[in-house]
């Protein structure tokens, strides 16, 4: 029973820190279900990847009922992005079966290497977005936005880290879209490839329904609580401190 309510309490501030900052679900996630609820990085990598396909549907269908989603723009990401998730599950397979439970460090040191990369990115996201407001935005290029899917697409499917902090940035760096849009097109994005991923990793085993189903209970009045705060609290401080704690979580990924 205290395990359950630790799953659930997970769940809750994971969904309030989201709510409230905006930080993607699978950065803030997976390193609590590694060090603090001790989760093999294989199992939680799965479990991670059908958690945040759970928790982005209501966004995206809000986001879809707006009028704020390119809709071509999320067929070229994932014309990418699933092939490239396929061919990350397999590889991390294919590790497993060469070094057995060695691939849970190879886990670590890739999600230690993002948590250092993505945190340093969101940092310098205002700047990004300030540089970038000005130009005019281009929906040119279907080719190089279906690599912006395959390069996320093999990292969500060997971390679950990715689906919406790294395709955002590179939205946002090539190809300017307006915020709204990019943030629209991103998370419905978000549902295909992590949805893709989770259901490989849930038929291989990698997946625990039950801490999903925890996690769910705690982090939708998490969100919905987090939600309401970002209105009332200064988001810029707190994404920072968030960014921070991420930085120091790679770092003793790395160097554990």
């Not at 803030?28 to 060090?35: A, N, S, T, Y």
């Not at 969101?122 to 130009?135: G, H, P, S, T």
């Not at 679950?160 to 990019?182: A, C, D, E, T």
Request: proline residues 5%; charged residues 10%; hydrophobic residues 55%.
């Amino acid at each position: 029973m205290e395990l359950l309510t630790a799953k659930i309490l997970v769940g809750f501030v994971v969904g309030v820190l989201i709510g409230m900052s905006g930080v993607g679900g699978g950065v803030l996630l997976l390193p609590v279900l590694i060090f603090g609820l001790r989760v093999p990085p294989i199992m939680a990598v799965g479990t991670d990847a059908v958690f945040n396909f759970f928790t982005k549907i209501p966004a995206s269908l809000m986001h879809l009922k707006a009028g704020t989603v390119r809709r071509k723009a999320v067929l070229a990401l994932a014309v990418g992005s699933v092939p490239g998730s396929i061919a990350g599950v397999k590889l991390l397979m294919y590790i497993r079966q060469l070094y057995g439970d060695g691939v849970n460090n190879f886990i670590k040191t890739a999600v230690g290497l993002l948590l250092i990369i993505i945190p340093t990115l969101m940092l310098f996201q205002k700047r990004i977005e300030d540089r970038v407001a000005n130009r005019v935005p281009t929906m040119k290029g279907w080719a190089g936005m279906a690599m912006i899917g395959l390069v996320a697409g093999v990292l969500v499917g060997m971390t679950s880290v990715g689906s919406g902090s790294i395709i955002m940035m590179l939205l946002l760096l090539f190809y300017s879209l307006p915020p709204k849009m990019n943030v629209g097109t991103d998370i419905l994005h978000a549902v295909v490839l992590t949805g893709v991923t989770g259901l490989m990793h849930f038929r291989l085993g990698n997946v625990d329904p039950g801490l999903v189903v925890s996690l769910l209970i705690g982090s939708i009045p998490g969100g919905l609580l987090g939600s309401h705060f970002a209105t009332r609290m200064p988001m810029l401080w707190l994404r920072r401190i968030l960014c921070a704690l991420l930085l120091l979580t790679g770092a003793r990924m790395l160097w554990a």
